[in-house]
DNA sequence: AGGTAACTTAATGTCGACAATCGACATTAA
DNA sequence: TTAATGTCGATTGTCGACATTAAGTTACCT
């Protein structure tokens, strides 16, 4: 929350503290989706200068965060309908090699972690903590990844996650129940324990196909914003 | 070649200009792989400043032509053995999935464009014309790939060709006899045109998957270097 | 009155300079 | 002789200012 007391020797650059906070602030929606993001406001509001700015900003351009046209300004990303089917069908592809991948290198150790995290999510809950499941779904999905052993795949899903918070966060929750929430994820990790591929693979693809759904549903529903 | 002109209206920002010539002095073999890059001497060399050198470098990173490391320096990435590896498993995903969708948008006119790249495949493979062969080769996939739909794939293969490139331009040649390369990508084009998805699919895992071979072949005789 | 052209304002692109940090060498002590 | 510490040059991080371009406004002409 505050990383960069100002007395404190930083390892990090300055610009990638910045990028940090503006994702939150885009998260918060401080930011409005569409909104302009003025390069000199923001040097003023983090008082640091233009070209600090820039570098946040390019970061938040990769992450596809904000768009940028030269010479017009850098924009909010407005997430169209269209945008959404294309992270969906790039999460279920690369996480369906992901986890069938990473079938091998699961050692006991991580099926412990992975239950941990599985556990928490059933007193969470039980408890109807929607932020702390959101988190935890992320965990849980981001860990198996992280075993796939292709850094490259990794950073690419890396980089989708921070684009499906970005749209999941403004929903108040995409699971009719937080109680299905934790069965879904509860058979997920007994499938990588199966350690079949084919349950695996079926596993994945469900799983997001059922959130697709849920959130399609509620798109078309009330909650969310047109284009 | 002369794309920045001095006297002329540029539309693209400098840096990213610069960040093209860049990336063909790393195919020229002007830097060597690993090769540390000094931001002040490559402001110097192009005359432009610091900051936009930084702002091409980052490009750079982005597409993974470049580390850098804070407050060390950024270096021509040196591509390992892993690295090929990883490129080319997310190579196949990408291009499975993405010929597989180019199906439903499949036309007319872009098979007569693809014959068209097959057939001067079939010309420059007469003439013996190396160079000429492994453009087409790119630009055969990325025609399909582009096809598919979906703009955050079709960002990630971009990115990813130019690391293809870049380790590709190494080796004289990664296929036995160019008639074999002009053979493959008309069976290729072939399976594309019967719509039918499992012989899509199994095209292009046979042909990266043979281009492979012929590489790692290569790779294991003499021609590569060793990290 | 409507539309176009010149003008004004504001934001981005680019620049050169200063500050913080790193790596290497030199110096000193064990 | 070797290892630890201090110093110096080189390099990256950050800054504020100027140049260029885009958008909005006013004035003028038809």
Redesign the pocket.
């Known amino acids: 929350m505050h990383e960069q007391d100002s007395s404190v ?2 390892q990090k ?3 990638e503290l910045i990028a940090d906070q503006l994702k939150r602030k885009i998260w918060n929606e401080d930011f409005q989706l569409g909104e ?6 923001l040097a003023d509001t983090f ?6 700015i ?2 946040a900003l390019k970061i938040l351009e990769i992450e596809e965060l904000v768009v ?1 046209q ?5 924009y909010v990303t407005k997430f169209t309908d269209q945008d959404v089917d294309e992270i969906i069908e790039l999460r279920t592809l690369i996480e369906a090699r992901a986890f069938t991948q990473a079938i091998q290198y699961l050692e006991e150790k991580h099926v412990k972690e992975l239950q941990a995290i599985v556990d928490q999510m059933k007193t969470k809950a039980d408890e109807n903590d929607w932020n702390a499941l959101f988190d935890l779904d992320m965990q849980f999905h981001s860990y198996v990844v992280q075993l796939c052993g292709n850094s490259r795949i990794i950073k690419i899903y890396d980089s989708l996650q921070v684009q499906i918070r970005t749209f999941l966060m403004h929903l108040d929750q995409y699971y009719s129940s937080h109680q299905a929430f934790y069965e879904e994820h509860k058979q997920l990790l007994q499938a990588l324990v199966s350690k079949d591929v084919h349950t695996v693979e079926g596993g994945v693809r469900n799983h997001i196909e059922y959130v697709e759904t849920k959130l399609l549903g509620q798109k078309n529903d009330t909650k969310f914003k047109e284009v």
């Open positions: 020797i930083m650059p300055l610009s302009r993001l003025l390069e000199t406001e008082d640091v200068s233009r070209s600090t820039r570098e940028s030269a010479r017009k300004g850098t």
